[in-house]
């Protein structure tokens, strides 16, 4: 397994589909992967539930928060679910990780996600958590995640075939 280089990245943003759409390849195009920017941030609402059969879970409750005019959210510390703006297309030998970027760590704010495989399609989300007393404000469209791509070994047989294949889209 290796991670995608620029190179590599900028050939499979130009592909079809592109590996992810609507990348600004100027400013989204890092070293080791693609920014991902803020375009939804929902407060959980509900508590939430998982069993050990598939069909036994439930994900929180969610509502959105709104924005001000300008696009700011104004976030008090705890969690959050954020979606990102990004539409991402996975090949059968590509799989993505994702990370925060480090202006969030350097502010008490953090990113989690959890492993995109490969076939997966969608506008991915994760949880956000302002950790950060005081607060955050984040403004719709910032740049927030960096999503790394590894080539497997060999293309998987059988794609992301789950619950959430096309959210968001």
């Known amino acids: 397994m290796s991670v995608l280089s620029r190179e590599e990245l900028r050939a499979a943003l130009a592909g079809h589909p592109p590996l992810v759409e609507d990348v600004d390849v100027a400013t989204q195009l890092q070293p080791n992967g693609v920014d991902l920017r803020a375009e939804r941030i929902q407060k959980l609402t509900s508590p939430a539930l998982l069993g050990v059969a598939d ?8 509502e959105d928060l709104k924005a001000d005019g300008d696009g700011w959210w ?3 510390q705890g969690a959050y679910v954020i979606t990102y703006r990004e539409k991402v297309n996975l090949p059968a030998d590509l799989t993505a990780l994702v990370f925060p970027r480090s202006s969030l760590l350097r502010s008490g704010v ?4 959890a492993v995109w ?10 949880l956000l958590a302002v950790l950060n007393a005081r ?3 984040l403004q719709r469209g910032a740049r927030v995640a960096q999503l790394v791509f ?4 060999s293309a998987t047989q059988s794609g992301y075939a789950g619950r959430y294949q096309g959210e968001n889209a």
């Open 117 to 126: 495989d490969a076939g997966y399609s969608g506008r991915g989300e994760g």
């Open 55 to 62: 069909s036994i879970r439930e994900p929180a409750g969610r």
């Open 110 to 113: 953090t990113l989690y996600g």
């Open 74 to 76: 104004d976030l008090h």
């Open 135 to 137: 607060g955050y404000r």
């Open 150 to 153: 590894f080539r497997l070994s």
